[in-house]
């Protein structure tokens, strides 16, 4: 079926696709605290990821995010939720959440920031990025349940993030 046949037209709503992924040590997660010099959340803790590239599935992408951000090969990653995100304008994103476990120690700083395990029940103390307390508790459900998750976010006039469960 081609791109006529599917309804796709530059009037509807497109997302740009993207990874995030959790990696877990027993008790810790791994996380990147984003370089002071980069434009979004500067100095901010989050889990590691980035966008798709044409012709990729979402493990793929994430699979090849953690190689290039941590050096870690990625064993079994699951998927754990998705998450729409709408800007207020066309594209938006779909952001695709992974979790997984790994003894694998990370490579040192990069260019992207510096990686840090950090215990569980320390990570909402950190200054993490604008959607970690909405997301993080649902990260964890999943790992304990294996249910996933179905968010979508928006933000308000005064361009405060809401977050809905779907």
């Known amino acids: 079926m081609g791109r006529v046949d599917q309804g796709i037209s ?3 709503w497109a997302v740009i696709p993207r990874v995030l992924c959790f990696l877990f040590r027993g008790d810790q997660v791994l996380l990147l605290q984003r370089s002071p010099a980069k434009k979004v959340f500067p100095g901010r803790y989050n889990g590691l990821g980035g966008h798709v590239e044409p012709g990729e599935d979402l493990r793929t992408a994430a699979r090849r995010e953690l190689a290039e951000e941590a050096g870690i090969p990625a064993g079994e990653l699951r998927l754990a939720g998705l998450i729409t995100v709408d800007t207020g304008a066309s594209p938006g994103v779909l952001l695709a959440v992974f979790v997984g476990e ?4 990370p490579a040192g700083p990069t260019p992207e920031g510096t990686l840090t395990w950090v215990p569980i029940s320390r990570v909402l103390d950190l200054p993490v990025v604008e959607d970690f307390p909405a997301l993080w508790p649902r990260v964890l459900r999943f790992r304990e349940t ?7 976010y928006t933000y308000d006039v005064q361009d405060r993030l809401i977050v809905r469960e779907g």
């Not at 790994?102 to 120690?105: F, G, N, R, S």
């Not at 294996?146 to 979508?152: A, N, T």
């Open 10 to 12: 530059d009037g509807r």
């Open 146 to 152: 294996g249910e996933p998750f179905f968010l979508s």
């Open 102 to 105: 790994t003894d694998a120690q």
